[in-house]
């Protein structure tokens, strides 16, 4: 596991001091239903191919060599013939807890389009992302670590991912994962939305979190902040 991804697992609550055990997103780095022929495989809304994951629109492409994954084998293109949308139902949430949706973003350089957009979902609750693929290549990706911070209105939430890209070469995902998170989160490229859909200042207690109680960070925690200013909890991992 790389030095800054344990930072950010640290900082945002997967210690049993801080929060509760985290819920369970199946298949989030796309490994299953595992190998098959070829570098890559394209999936149709409603096929039920892809463990875990519900096509709404559009298809997705299953990559298993085409390019390198952000970890082990396989990543998911977000468009294909069309641009995709692809949701999961996450349960074990507690309600009023914050939860921190992460997921490693790049994409697809072969297009025209350099900047790859994404809108992020949570329930209600969504965030756009992009991903410039300007000095990217199919043997590094140039992965980037993403989070959208979320509050639980339910035990139970919809996440999903849909491209914005019109053409063939869109986002691409990997590592997806749901985590408890702690109040303070660094505001780098991460985002987080009230009830009402409000961006709400990660550096500080939420105004829309009213009647919450805070999760403090772990004196560890706090030391980690500093190191991960240097690191930043949102940057291009650029592999040999």
Known sequence: MRLKRALITALL?????????APNVTN?????????????IAIGAGSSYLSGWKIETGSIILIQSHWKADEAMYSVALSSLSPAKMSQTISGLKVGQRYAL???MAGNSDG?????????????????????????????????????????????????????EGDPYGPVLDNIAVSPAPKFVPASNTFVFGPGGEDDDL??????????????????????????????????????
Request: hydrophobic content about 40%; cysteine-free; charged content about 20%.
């Open 203 to 240: 550096l500080g207690p939420p105004e829309d979190d009213v009647g919450l109680t805070p999760v403090p960070l772990p004196a560890p925690g706090l030391l980690l902040i500093g190191a991960l200013g240097g690191l930043g909890v949102v940057r291009s991992r650029r592999k040999a």
């Open 28 to 40: 989030g780095g796309f490994e299953q239903p595992g190998t098959f022929v070829g570098p890559l």
């Open 102 to 104: 992460s997921f490693a």
């Open 13 to 21: 609550g997967l210690s049993a001091q801080a929060v509760d055990a």
């Open 112 to 164: 025209s389009n350099s900047v790859k957009p994404l809108t992020v979902s949570a329930g209600d609750i969504s965030g756009k992302f992009t991903f410039d693929t300007d000095g990217a290549s199919e043997p590094d990706m140039a992965w980037q670590d993403k989070v959208l911070v979320f509050v639980a209105v339910s035990d139970k939430v919809v996440i999903s991912f849909e491209s914005g």
